[in-house]
């Protein structure tokens, strides 16, 4: 009895000395080839990438955040790899998407970025569920990246502002009331949400919804009845023309009041 446990005593020491001291043994604390700190540009795992620059304002894991979802299927079946890529390289002027890569003044290579668009894809994209769904394009004039990015930027014009007024009545005035302003959803048409969107990011919107916080996609406002190209179209153009209405009003106000301090 006693032998025996002479034996499993020394054993176990011998155990806890190999521990200790040997090639694979870990102390605890320390950190696996995994935690080890890195310089910034060597990360190269996606799911690090992610969290450190994205998920503040995309949401852990892509979603639930203040920005879009980006784990959405029906999302990255929209986007175009060329379009992620710009967004996070060059970012969105004007809005809260910031500028990523090094050349525009971020700090993630251009080997960062590729991972990130390619992460996204692998661990997110269903494209089999896209099968047979005729998608809208991406950008209002078919490129593959969008060339109405930045608010700053003139969009070219493909939507029609007045005629997304009757656009707006058919499908959105339901949830966020007869002028945008107001409905069970609340407003769209606040300037201080229109003044930080590209009309991308509106586009964006429209087509893809946002499943996380229960927005319909373009099929699934009026059930049974998918907004057309055109109205798709008509309809961004309708919200952006509010925000540059509401550029106007501001101004105006101003000058006036410099006139009653004279
Ligand atoms: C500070 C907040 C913030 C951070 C951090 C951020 N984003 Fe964004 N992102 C936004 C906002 C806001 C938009 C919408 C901009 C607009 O109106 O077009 C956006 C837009 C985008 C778009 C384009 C969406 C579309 O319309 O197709 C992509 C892609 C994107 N972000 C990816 C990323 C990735 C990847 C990261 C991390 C490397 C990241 N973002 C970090 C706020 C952020
Ligand atoms: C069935 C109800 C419903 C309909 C119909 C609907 N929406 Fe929404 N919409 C929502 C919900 C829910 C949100 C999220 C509100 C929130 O932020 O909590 C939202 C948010 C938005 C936002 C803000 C998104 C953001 O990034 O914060 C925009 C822009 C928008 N909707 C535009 C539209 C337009 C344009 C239409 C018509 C083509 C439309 N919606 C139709 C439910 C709806």
Redesign the pocket.
């Known amino acids: 009895m006693i032998a025996r446990l002479h034996i499993g005593l020394a054993a176990s020491v011998g155990l806890a000395i190999t521990m200790l001291t040997g090639c694979s043994a870990r102390l605890p604390g320390r950190p696996n080839e995994a935690e080890r700190w890195r310089a910034p540009a060597e990360i190269t795992d996606f799911n690090q990438l992610y969290t450190q620059n994205c998920a503040g304002c995309h949401g852990v894991g892509g979603r639930l955040g203040?920005?879009?979802s980006l784990n959405d299927p029906l999302y990255l079946a929209f986007v175009t790899d060329d379009a992620m890529r710009q967004a996070i390289s060059k970012g969105r002027a004007g809005t809260n998407m910031p500028a990523f890569s090094e050349q525009a003044g971020g700090h993630l290579t251009d080997q960062q970025i590729e991972l990130i668009v390619n992460g996204m894809r692998a661990h997110w994209s269903k494209p089999d569920d896209f099968k047979g769904v005729e998608l809208p394009r991406y950008s209002v004039d078919g490129s593959s990246t969008a060339t109405n990015n930045d608010i700053a930027t003139k969009a070219p014009q493909a939507g029609d502002a007045s005629r997304g007024t009757a656009?707006?009545k058919t499908?959105?005035?339901?949830?966020?009331g007869s002028n945008?302003d107001g409905?069970?959803?609340?407003s769209?048409v606040d300037p201080n949400?229109l003044n930080l969107?590209s009309d991308q990011?509106?586009r964006t919107?429209?087509v893809v919804?946002?499943a996380d916080?229960?927005?319909?996609d373009?099929r699934?406002?009026?059930p049974g009845h998918p907004?057309s190209a055109q109205?798709?179209n008509d309809?961004?153009a309708?919200?952006a023309a509010r925000r540059q209405r509401t550029n106007v009003t501001v101004s105006k106000v101003d000058h006036s009041a410099c006139l009653n301090m004279k």
């Open positions: 203040a920005a879009r656009t707006y499908y959105c005035s339901s949830c966020h945008g409905g069970s959803e609340g769209i949400f969107v990011g509106l919107t429209v919804g946002r916080i229960g927005k319909p373009w699934g406002n009026v907004m109205e798709i309809v961004v309708w919200l």
